[in-house]
């Protein structure tokens, strides 16, 4: 199985800045992709980024030209981030960090806070 922690939510004002991480353990080698996904009240979970081991990303086209997904591989560590600029009241939500995995269900962290208000 592979466990994720992710931090880095909070509260900021519209127009700022937040960056989110993602730390995988457990069978990291069986990850194939990682992802951010979010959740506002009353609405379903929905792909924000996703990133393959091999490096290429997909956006929501609600965040693109805004957020911008990466991930740092080590034969021990496997972190996924998640720059977000420019937020505005409609990123409020929990964000999920997801895996992809070989052989293996996917993955969830317990979601982290980002609320963007004044």
């Known amino acids: 199985q592979v466990q994720l922690v992710e931090s880095g939510g909070g509260l900021v004002q519209p127009g700022g800045s937040l960056r989110l991480s993602c730390t995988a353990s457990g069978s990291i080698f069986k990850i194939t992709a990682m992802g951010w996904y979010r959740q506002a009240p009353g609405k379903q979970r929905r792909l924000v980024a996703t990133?393959?081991?091999?490096?290429?990303?997909?956006?929501a086209d609600s965040v693109k030209g805004r957020f911008t997904i990466s991930r740092e591989i080590t034969d021990t560590k496997n972190i996924v981030y998640l720059q977000m600029n420019s937020l505005n009241s409609d990123d409020t939500a929990v964000y999920y960090c997801n895996t992809q995995n070989w052989d293996i269900p996917p993955s969830w962290g317990q979601g982290t806070q980002v609320t963007v208000s004044s």
């Open positions: 990133i393959t081991n091999g490096g290429l990303t997909t956006y």
